[in-house]
């Protein structure tokens, strides 16, 4: 493989047709990668708000705020947001054909940010 700058394999992925397999491939990564994200959100913000009610009981609080909730909301996204990236590039590079024009770029693009795989 050639030596490719951020900029080369930026260009390839904007100009890159997937073939029928690949797209099987990343739609499938993009449902997990979706699915992790908004299990995230759901679990810990609502794990969130059941603690800020419990909170507010215990302390007798008469105004109760949706911080936590939000907080448990944005943090679930950004946890399961990379737990599914994670094994988004994983599935990916397991399930792609080694022939693959999305798999060598992906292989590019490790080389230039020198990661051994």
């Known amino acids: 493989m050639s030596s490719s700058s951020k900029e080369d394999i930026k260009s390839k992925l904007i100009n890159f047709k997937p073939t029928p397999d690949e797209k099987l491939v990343i739609q499938s990564v993009m449902f997990n990668f979706i699915t992790f994200t908004t299990i995230g959100a759901a679990s810990l913000g609502m794990s969130a708000r059941l603690w ?3 909170r507010a009981a215990i302390h007798k609080q008469s105004p109760r705020t949706a911080i936590p909730t939000i907080l448990g909301t ?28 999305l798999l060598a770029i992906i292989h590019e693009n490790d080389q230039v940010k020198g990661r051994k795989d």
């Open 74 to 101: 944005f943090a679930g996204v950004v946890l399961g947001g990379i737990l599914g990236m994670d094994k988004g590039m994983h599935k990916l590079r397991t399930s792609l054909p080694d022939n693959s024009g």
């Open 52 to 54: 800020a009610n419990s």
